[in-house]
């Protein structure tokens, strides 16, 4: 297992990181607590020590799950959760307000039977909140000793900047990483964020590898989604399937991948874990089949004309 540091920090993190998203007891389609467990043990036992997940991931079981797995090695671990959303109506019960975000922690920590998480990051952006006192909020995390670093997720790189100015400003904890969404067939972040994330001292631990599934090759254009895909189950990723583009990159994916020996999934990693600005890649697994094919991409390595020719197949995903 290879490890980096987090951005402008100490932290040493795992190139491989657990996203634990699928992970809910008695949820169809999702990957219950025995197979979850089993995925986290063999990703320990493996090398890997970044683990992280959400209290929206079905409302805290996933944290649950999660901290009922790692009890026993909790010092092995580098922990990492989010928080913003809200699970109830009323003003202040969502967002990064002082008052929601810090009842988030209290009831994730909870969740996660721990007393710290080494990672809290903001899962989403909140223009009713000033950044200064999101930034006062998640420093006051820090100095009580129940967060050791602080995150973000999906923010843009303006606000990124104003967030490290306003940190800089009040000289309090800086953020070191930001959580967004990387893949073949989604490189938005190369224009503005990653060099943005790069000369501001964050690490980027990036989702969604494969582009929501797409990257597998299991979509075919014209064709309909496998019984049980992420894609017959609502929310933003069956949309992917709508553009064309996505669909024909991730063809040319499939092939390339069968004329040099490996797995779809296996190019998909490798290429995104050697991004420059990318320190983690997160993986998703809802069963222990797809964690093993996951990892197989950590273990992959590209030669230089099948990257530049990756490069061109996707270019037109920027």
Request: charged residues 20%; negative net charge; hydrophobic residues 35%.
């Amino acid at each position: 297992m290879e490890y980096t540091t987090l951005g402008r920090s100490g932290l040493h993190v795992s190139r491989a990181c657990l996203g634990a998203m699928m992970f809910e007891e008695g949820e169809t389609g999702k990957c219950d607590e025995d197979e979850s467990r089993r995925i986290i043990d063999h990703f320990l036992d493996a090398g890997g020590n970044f683990i992280d997940t959400a209290d929206v991931y079905s409302w805290h079981e996933s944290e649950a799950i999660v901290g009922r797995a790692i009890a026993s090695r909790r010092d092995e671990v580098v922990l990492a959760t989010k928080g913003f959303y809200p699970r109830s109506a009323g003003p202040n019960r969502g967002g990064l307000g002082r008052k929601h975000l810090t009842a988030a922690l209290e009831a994730s920590l909870r969740s996660l039977g721990t007393d710290y998480v080494d990672l809290y990051q903001c899962h989403s952006t909140d223009p009713d909140t000033p950044v200064e006192e999101i930034m006062a909020t998640l420093h006051g995390f820090v100095q009580s000793g129940k967060v050791r670093y602080v995150g973000c997720s999906n923010w843009s790189a303006s606000l990124i900047v104003e967030a490290q100015w306003a940190a800089a400003d009040a000289h309090t904890t800086p953020l070191i990483s930001l959580q967004p969404q990387y893949s073949l067939v989604a490189r938005q972040i190369e224009n503005e964020i990653l060099p943005t994330c790069g000369r501001h001292g964050l690490g980027a631990m990036v989702y969604s590898p494969l582009g929501g599934g797409i990257l597998t090759g299991k979509y075919r254009q014209g064709d309909e989604p496998p019984a049980g895909s992420r894609a017959t189950r609502g929310g933003a990723w069956p949309r992917m399937l709508q553009d064309p583009n996505r669909l024909a990159i991730a063809a040319e994916v499939v092939a390339l991948a069968d004329e040099i020996g490996l797995t779809p999934i296996q190019v998909a990693i490798a290429w995104v874990r050697a991004r420059p600005g990318v320190s983690s890649v997160i993986i998703g697994p809802r069963t222990f089949e797809q964690y093993e094919q996951n990892m197989a991409g950590f273990d992959a390595t590209l030669d230089d004309d099948v990257v530049e020719r990756l490069d061109g197949i996707s270019k037109g995903a920027r």
